[in-house]
Structure formats: C-alpha cells, structure tokens
C-alpha cells in the first residue's frame, strides 16, 4: 500500500532485529501499550492477556523482548502511530504526511 501511494519508508523485521525499550516508547509516544498489544498471538494467550493486561510499563518490556505481542504492521509518519493492517487509517496517516 506504502509502495503503490509512491511513499519512502523503512522497513524492519522485528524478529531479526527486535526494537529497544526506548524504541518502543519512541513508537508509543502518547499511544498506551495496550493499544498495539495483539491479544490473539500466541504470546499473549501463553501469558494470559485475555484475563489481565500486566501495567504499562510491563508490557513496554514486554514488546521490546517479545514482537510477536505487536499488531501489525507498525507504521509511524510524522509521529502518528497505526497499528495493525487498517487501510482506512493508513490512507490517512499517508494523506496527512503528503
């Protein structure tokens, strides 16, 4: 979709090469944890996300160490966060940067 609107980015693959804490909260900024937190991984069903979230800070550690917890895609423009594959909301963030 980034290639097909003529948009530059970056990709990473977090299982290769998983962010740092403070990359995490680079990414957040005002964004809560729980909003990226993909509670169907397998992950968060192993550490019983359903039932109750840990704190936010917690879960900052958490993304860090684990990006199976992470909705994807991450794409941030701007300093606006989308998570997980919402065209509508991609579509956005690329009308708003361009």
């Known amino acids: 979709m980034l290639s097909q609107a003529g948009v530059s980015y970056k990709s990473r693959e977090l299982f290769r090469e998983p962010l740092t804490e403070s990359e995490v909260r680079a990414i957040l900024g005002t964004h809560s944890p729980r909003d990226v937190v993909s509670l169907r991984s397998r992950k968060a069903r192993e550490l019983s996300f359903r039932e109750q979230l840990p704190d936010d800070e917690t879960l900052i550690r ?8 992470w909705r994807h895609p991450i794409i ?3 300093g606006k966060l989308s998570v997980g594959y919402n ?3 991609i579509g956005k963030l690329i009308e708003a940067d361009g």
Not at 62 to 69: I, K, Q, T, V
């Open 62 to 69: 958490l993304l860090a160490r684990e990006p199976g917890l």
């Open 76 to 78: 941030t423009v701007g």
């Open 87 to 89: 065209a509508e909301s």
